[in-house]
T-cell receptor, first 110, second 112 residues
Framework: GDSVTQMEGPVTLSEEAFLTINCTYT??????LFWYVQYPGEGLQLLLK?????DKGSNKGFEATYRKETTSFHLEKGSVQVSDSAVYFCGGTSYGKLTFGQGTILTVHP | SQTIHQWPATLVQPVGSPLSLECTVEGTSNPNLYWYRQAAGRGLQLLFYSVGIGQISSEVPQNLSASRPQDRQFILSSKKLLLSDSGFYLC???????????FGEGSWLTVV
């Protein structure tokens, strides 16, 4: 079946540091790929998405590119802020079902 | 615009008691509906999904059940809760045929 593997955390960074959270997927066919963010005590919010190979999703300074050759969708941000502290989930959909990775806890210190 | 609501937001239930979490979606028709669980310190697990009234698919065997009595209503239930049922439950929806899924606010369940 489909599966998503993302970098285990927790990740701790200083403000303005560069962020990368790795995500790879295994699927039959070509899934759409997503990053969701969960702020403390809240539900999940869609952060960005890409629906086909070489698509780049971007939002709030975050970016991820759908790499078919490496089956990856790594999340990046050039300069993180304290307000980016949250749990980040990579996910892929196939036939309407969204499969998530385990989540990566990000903590950004001032 | 479309909105999704689930309730209650928080509940504490004794072992062996029943459970009912309710979710409704507004502003769309015939959505796909989902229940996910996030156990403490773990990722998200798809529990149930539904593509129409009365059509429920279960992803994992468990102590829970789901029902869809109306087009935009999705209910998660249990007859007798276990300690292991504790977690954060998320309802979600998507447009039928589209891949983007949108989540509700979540419900924290603590079984004591």
């Amino acid at each position: 079946g489909d599966s998503v593997t993302q970098m285990e955390g927790p990740v701790t960074l200083s403000e303005e540091a560069f962020l990368t959270i790795n995500c790879t997927y295994t699927a039959t066919g070509y899934p759409s790929l997503f990053w969701y963010v969960q702020y403390p005590g809240e539900g999940l919010q869609l952060l960005l998405k890409a629906t086909k190979a070489d698509d780049k999703g971007s939002n709030k300074g975050f970016e991820a590119t759908y790499r078919k050759e490496t089956t990856s969708f790594h999340l990046e941000k050039g300069s993180v802020q304290v307000s980016d502290s949250a749990v980040y989930f990579c996910g892929g959909t196939s036939y309407g079902k969204l499969t998530f990775g385990q989540g990566t806890i990000l903590t950004v210190h001032p | 615009s479309q909105t999704i609501h689930q309730w209650p937001a928080t509940l504490v239930q004794p072992v062996g008691s029943p459970l009912s979490l309710e979710c409704t979606v507004e502003g769309t028709s015939n959505p796909n509906l989902y229940w996910y669980r996030q156990a403490a310190g773990r990722g998200l697990q798809l529990l149930f999904y539904s593509v129409g009234i009365g059509q429920i698919s279960s992803e994992v065997p468990q102590n829970l059940s789901a029902s869809r009595p109306q087009d935009r209503q999705f209910i998660l239930s249990s007859k007798k809760l276990l300690l292991s049922d504790s977690g954060f439950y998320l309802c979600a929806w998507s447009v039928n045929g589209r891949n983007t899924i949108y989540f509700g606010e979540g419900s924290w369940l603590t079984v004591v």
